[in-house]
């Protein structure tokens, strides 16, 4: 079945850039996403991407898609202390209610 | 519009006891969904609804769960009896023609 895989911790200081990176198995997936959680809250849709595009950039994000290795990353250009959350990556086929596979999440840890 | 809406935002109840989980969609949104998420399994879907049809419970971990959606606006997945393994943090999320999904803030639900 799908499967989705992040690393579990990331930790940045203030002002760097951070990269999250996932991977995924379904050569069908067409939808993308990032989904952001902060303490005490529901996923947030940060953006998403679709498969048919290689990068895509809101603001301080940046995503990037390689399909032929199914590598989806979130760049977070100069961190800020209140980007510290959990990023959850997932990604959906085409066709039918788009359900959603979500990775385990990788919780991003900010420090001064 | 107020997002989707849950009820309670935290749950403490004694094992054997009958809970219930509420959720208010967004209005408009067609497809409703029952998330749980743990630390040791991540986020697990339940179920989801179309237009208040169930359309696949095969993630409902048992018997003793069980969700309605009587009305566009209201589901509830309710758990009898509770147990010590239910506790979690259970998500409500809509979705409706766009990409994504919205989620509620979730109830923390603590069987002791």
């Known amino acids: ?77 100069d961190t800020q202390t209140g980007d510290s959350a959990i990023y959850f990556c997932a990604e959906s086929a085409a066709g039918g209610s788009y359900i ?12 001064p | 519009d107020a997002g989707v809406i849950q009820s309670p935002r935290h749950e403490v109840t004694e094992m054997g006891q009958e809970v219930t989980l509420r959720c208010k969609p967004i209005s408009g949104h067609d497809y409703l969904f029952w998330y749980r998420q743990t630390m040791m399994r991540g986020l697990e879907l339940l179920i989801y609804f179309n237009n208040n049809v169930p359309i696949d419970d095969s993630g409902m971990p ?34 409706g023609t766009g990409v994504g999904y919205t989620f509620g803030s979730g109830t923390r639900l603590t069987v002791v």
């Open chain 2, 62 to 95: 048992e018997d003793r769960f069980s969700a309605k959606m009587p009305n566009a606006s209201f589901s509830t997945l309710k758990i009898q009896p509770s147990e010590p393994r239910d506790s979690a943090v259970y998500f409500c999320a809509s979705s």
């Open chain 1, 1 to 77: 079945g799908e499967d989705v895989e992040q690393s579990l911790f990331l930790s940045v200081r203030e002002g760097d850039s951070s990269v999250i990176n996932c991977t995924y198995t379904d050569s069908s997936s067409t939808y993308l996403y990032w989904y952001k959680q902060e303490p005490g809250a529901g996923l947030q849709l940060l953006t998403y991407i679709f498969s048919n595009m290689d990068m895509k950039q809101d603001q301080r994000l940046t995503v990037l898609l390689n399909k032929k290795d199914k590598h989806l990353s979130l760049r977070i250009a």
């Open chain 1, 100 to 111: 959603p596979t979500f990775g385990r999440g990788t919780s991003l840890i900010v420090h």
